[in-house]
């Protein structure tokens, strides 16, 4: 698990902390799918009849994967949400990606869609960046 750093810590040190990676409830999520398959391997052997063995099945099964999407589901709203705190960091850090806030988010933006790299490397582009 990540442990953000306070908000007025230098932009850079929490880029390396790790502060705007993918949201921790994805990596957890596939830890579940993981643990569904462990579990199902593991228990089959405890049930002697087929019909037993697929009820148990389904409840493992439906543990799992409830918790999966509630897991997914944490993740698709908190990633909008570390993304447009990383957005909004930039533009108030690199100001020299324009005159005003809302012009440097969408140039942000717009940049980001085309960069291929980490958030440290994006953080480096940016800050050489010359319009």
Do not use: C
């Amino acid at each position: 698990m990540r442990q953000p750093m306070h908000k007025y810590t230098p932009l850079d040190t929490r880029i390396k902390n790790g502060d705007f990676e993918i949201s921790d409830y994805r990596q957890q999520a596939f830890y579940e799918l993981w643990l569904l398959d462990e579990r199902l391997k593991t228990e089959r052997s405890k049930y002697s009849s087929h019909e037993s063995w697929v009820n148990r099945r389904d409840i493992i099964e439906k543990q799992q994967y409830d918790r999966y999407h509630k897991l997914m589901n944490a993740f698709d709203k908190e990633e909008p949400k570390i993304w447009d705190e990383l957005v909004k960091e930039l533009a108030n850090d690199l100001r020299h990606l324009g005159s005003d806030k809302l012009s440097r988010i969408d140039l942000i933006n717009k940049l980001a869609g085309e960069f291929d790299g980490t958030t440290l490397e994006f953080y480096e582009y940016l800050k050489n960046y010359n319009k």
